[in-house]
């Protein structure tokens, strides 16, 4: 699964419920949220959950079964960012996930060798990334289910922390904390329907409850400016850099209150700094975003979305047809609320 930065033990974060969130328009990193669904959607082995083609749908499964119950039951407005090219910076990033992801895979083989699939479980969460094709086929499925989709021109949180900051939506929505580097005043965690989450690792299942971060709020208790926050980010870690070595949230947080900023540290943890903070910097204040995206929702294309998913994908029409159904109850209380608002008075 995808990591970003550590912020979990400095976090102020407010717990909520669902019936929280109602009627709220959230910015979903669509790739962090596949992820999950393909880590963790899987048969007694491990393997993905395939079509008779061997095109994966472990993380359609996910995606409209979660989608819709938000949208049919809660009313939360899901609007869904993908990444883009991912910057330079990021390349050694994404080769050591890479190599992560390889060595589980070896890991993996070995296991069901032996017949051991509860390990086989834990290391095949692991091992498998996205696709172009993955992320095509939940772009078609979320466009015919009439949800908004938005291209972000690389990260996708960079774009939903820039929509929530134009209130465009509500908050950002992601796992990650890296949202809050790039400015969200609002991040949303563990928008789940379960409230349980499962650890292969242990065999266990974990309560998770919604979390809201207003960031205004968490940089007044820890006594920082946004940007302090981003150098602390940098001292423990981040997608573009590896941090420095014995460095933790803690630490970083006591090292920036009482120098300000990196180039006020002492020597010997400056000269541990990467050479190109202030690319570092640059990319989580000025990061590459776009205003070309709509976020109206539109009608669902019925046939198509049984065309693709039955026929195409393989999935039961009982299924999808639950599906359908919640999209119309969310659009037939759209309908109802837009009626009363128009109505004489």
């Not at 039951?73 to 993908?82: A, G, K, Q, W």
């Not at 709020?217 to 997608?239: H, R, S």
């Not at 180039?263 to 050479?275: D, F, M, S, V």
Request: aromatic letters at 8%; hydrophobic letters at 45%.
């Amino acid at each position: 699964m995808e990591l970003g930065f550590n912020l979990a033990p400095l976090a102020v974060k407010q717990r909520l419920t669902l019936n929280d969130l109602w009627g709220r328009v959230l910015a979903v990193d669509a790739n962090n949220m596949l992820y999950q669904f393909l880590a963790l959607i899987r048969m007694r082995d491990g393997k993905p959950f395939t079509d008779a083609s061997g095109h994966v749908t472990s993380h359609l499964i996910g995606l409209i079964f979660r989608t819709t119950r938000l949208l049919a039951e809660h009313n939360i407005r899901p609007v869904f960012v993908f990444d883009g090219k991912p910057p330079a910076q990021k390349m050694s990033t994404l080769k050591e996930r890479n190599l992560t992801r390889a060595k589980a895979r070896r890991e993996y083989e070995l296991a069901v060798g032996r017949g051991d699939y509860a390990a086989a479980w834990s290391k095949a969460v692991r091992m498998d990334s996205l696709t172009q094709e993955m992320t095509g086929d939940a772009k078609r499925v979320l466009s015919l289910l009439g949800i908004p989709v938005v291209q972000a021109p690389q990260e996708g949180e960079a774009q939903a922390a820039h929509m929530a900051r134009r209130e465009d939506v509500w908050a950002a929505n992601s796992r990650d904390y890296d949202a809050v580097l790039f400015g969200a005043p609002r991040l949303i965690r563990y928008l789940t329907i379960t409230g349980q989450e499962y650890l292969p690792s242990s065999g266990n299942s974990r309560p998770l409850i919604p979390e809201l971060i207003d960031l205004r709020k968490m940089l007044a208790v820890l006594q920082i400016t946004q940007e302090q926050l981003v150098d602390l980010a940098v001292l423990v870690g981040t997608d573009f850099n590896a941090g420095v070595r014995g460095v933790g949230p803690k630490t970083a947080l006591k090292l920036i209150q009482k120098h300000k900023a990196l180039e006020n540290l002492p020597t010997g943890i400056k000269g541990k700094l990467p050479q190109n903070v202030q690319e570092i910097r640059t990319l989580f204040f000025h990061p590459q975003v776009t205003n070309d995206y709509d976020l109206r929702y539109s009608a669902v294309d019925e046939k198509g979305l049984v065309q693709f998913l039955c026929v195409e994908r393989g999935f039961a029409v009982d299924t999808v047809n639950i599906v359908i159904e919640r999209m119309r109850i969310f659009n037939a209380r759209e309908a109802s609320n837009l009626s009363s608002w128009l109505s004489p008075r």
